[in-house]
């Protein structure tokens, strides 16, 4: 039992970071520090799926699930638990790498847009009055 309950917790905690990857550049608006800390999960995130790697979590889960009794299952976490929800058809290497570009094109995009805010609003208070 519990293998089983610690196989699901995993799920969510694997779960919870690769929308974390996916989404966390929005955390860093409102929480600079978590910067050093999603960085690091983007580019892990967008390195599995470009290279077509596998989650350690993955064989973790897969231990447990077998340690509880439970069948385990082949492939990785996306392949098994979110691929069918949102594509009928299996995991390829061409999808891993769309999803893998698509964390990259969403992060760049929020920390443009971070970075053109404090861009803008360094040059505001580094404006001199011109003198008349």
Known sequence: MIYRIAADLL???HLGFIIFVVAG???VLRWRWLIFIHIPAVVWGALIEFQGWLCPLTPLEQQFRQSG???GYTGGFIEHYIIPIVYPS???YEIQIILGAFVVVVNVAVYGWMLARLRKRLNNEHRTP???
């Open 11 to 13: 799920v969510v905690l």
């Open 130 to 132: 011109n003198a008349e």
């Open 25 to 27: 550049g929005f955390l």
């Open 69 to 71: 009794g439970q069948a």
């Open 90 to 92: 299996e995991l390829s």
